[in-house]
């Protein structure tokens, strides 16, 4: 018989994601409870330690997207005050966070990633924005260095104002600008099994014409689709995969990750980032690539607390 855990789902907070952290928490919560597990959400605020203190949980999962719940901050946190939590450690969560510095480190184990460059808030924006152009053309996506759900990020594919998209950016923090490549969406997960790690198939996300995955798509019903597998040659479908598994060993990442791609219609392969805590949303990418190894969705969550559960703490 499973061991009953006391869960605390850590949810909210002040990133710019907090309304799909809830609704992450929300499902986890209700998996939980389907395993008879004792689930309680608990807000990512200045109350976090009482809340957690007063709870004694067993484990925590953070149900957390953008910083400060994705990117090594509320791991730090947890680690200090010695609870077991779900997912990657202080160092894994802030390599995958910073986008520029987890494309270097994919660069550097031989993975495909496109040039970029690193834009800050203060920099003179016409200057840099000339220098970029100059550079790379004026086909080009400009993305917060550490956000998700595509929040701040502005595609420029026949070209435009790049000084508005950087303005757009940088309110979020510093950005990276890199060379907009037509193709397909693609995702593939990673699931941590003790000492094996099994690589979700390839989901290729479509949308409709001339729109791309942006918050809106990701997260209304209805507005996209995820085939699976994707729709790709047996060859490319095994290289996402290989892909997928060596950046998340590079990054060092723990129990799950996700990695994000363009493949373009010549074969070329781009990966774009690599997520620390995938969504569980209803409409997240990460729970249609488990249930595809045979997890659904109660059992992929008690997985992974159970799991987290047998790390010393």
Same mark, same amino acid.
């Given at each position: 018989?499973?061991?009953?855990?006391?869960?605390?789902?850590?949810?909210?907070?002040?990133?710019?994601?907090?309304?799909?952290?809830?609704?992450?928490?929300?499902?986890?919560?209700?998996?939980?409870?389907?395993?008879?597990?004792?689930?309680?959400?608990?807000?990512?605020?200045?109350?976090?330690?009482?809340?957690?203190?007063?709870?004694?949980?067993?484990?925590?999962?953070?149900?957390?997207?953008? #910083?400060?719940?994705?990117?090594?901050?509320?791991?730090?946190?947890?680690?200090?005050?010695?609870?077991?939590?779900?997912?990657?450690?202080?160092?894994?969560?802030?390599?995958?966070?910073?986008?520029?510095?987890?494309?270097?480190?994919?660069?550097?184990?031989?993975?495909?990633?496109?040039?970029?460059?690193?834009?800050?808030?203060?920099?003179?924006?016409?200057?840099?924005?000339?220098?970029?152009?100059?550079?790379?053309?004026?086909?080009?996506?400009?993305?917060?260095?550490?956000?998700?759900?595509?929040?701040?990020?502005?595609?420029?594919?026949?070209?435009?104002?790049?000084?508005?998209?950087?303005?757009?950016?940088?309110?979020?923090?510093?950005?990276?600008?890199?060379?907009?490549?037509? @193709?397909?969406?693609?995702?593939?997960?990673?699931?941590?099994? @003790?000492?094996?790690?099994?690589?979700?198939?390839?989901?290729?996300?479509?949308?409709?014409?001339?729109?791309?995955?942006?918050?809106?798509?990701?997260?209304?019903?209805?507005?996209?689709?995820?085939?699976?597998?994707? /729709?790709?040659?047996? /060859?490319?479908?095994?290289?996402?995969?290989?892909?997928?598994?060596?950046?998340?060993?590079?990054?060092?990442?723990?129990?799950?990750?996700?990695?994000?791609?363009?493949?373009?219609?010549? @074969?070329?392969?781009?990966?774009?980032?690599?997520?620390?805590? #995938?969504?569980?949303?209803?409409?997240?990418?990460?729970?249609?690539?488990?249930?595809?190894?045979?997890?659904?969705?109660?059992?992929?969550?008690?997985?992974?607390?159970?799991?987290?559960?047998?790390? #010393?703490?």
């Amino acid at each position: 018989m499973t061991r009953v855990l006391t869960v605390a789902v850590l949810m909210g907070g002040p990133s710019a994601e907090a309304v799909v952290s809830r609704n992450s928490a929300a499902q986890i919560i209700d998996a939980l409870e389907q395993k008879g597990h004792l689930a309680h959400p608990v807000e990512l605020d200045n109350r976090l330690a009482n809340a957690l203190a007063a709870l004694a949980p067993d484990v925590v999962f953070p149900a957390l997207h953008g #910083p400060p719940g994705e990117d090594g901050t509320v791991q730090g946190f947890l680690e200090i005050l010695g609870y077991c939590y779900v997912g990657s450690d202080v160092r894994g969560s802030a390599l995958a966070m910073d986008k520029h510095v987890a494309k270097l480190i994919c660069s550097r184990h031989g993975l495909p990633v496109l040039p970029d460059k690193v834009v800050s808030q203060g920099e003179d924006l016409e200057k840099v924005a000339s220098t970029i152009e100059q550079t790379m053309g004026s086909s080009l996506v400009i993305k917060p260095l550490n956000q998700g759900s595509a929040i701040g990020v502005t595609p420029l594919p026949n070209g435009g104002d790049l000084v508005a998209a950087l303005q757009s950016a940088l309110p979020f923090g510093a950005c990276m600008v890199e060379p907009f490549l037509i @193709g397909k969406e693609v995702t593939v997960g990673v699931l941590e099994r @003790g000492h094996e790690l099994l690589a979700h198939p390839a989901i290729e996300i479509d949308t409709e014409d001339d729109q791309w995955y942006d918050y809106d798509n990701r997260y209304t019903a209805g507005q996209s689709d995820h085939i699976i597998p994707a /729709r790709l040659d047996t /060859r490319t479908l095994s290289h996402l995969q290989e892909i997928a598994l060596t950046a998340h060993r590079a990054l060092g990442l723990r129990d799950l990750s996700r990695a994000d791609f363009i493949v373009a219609d010549d @074969g070329q392969i781009a990966l774009l980032e690599v997520n620390s805590l #995938p969504g569980m949303t209803p409409t997240s990418l990460y729970p249609d690539g488990a249930q595809h190894l045979g997890y659904d969705f109660a059992e992929l969550i008690d997985f992974l607390v159970t799991q987290a559960t047998q790390r #010393p703490a």
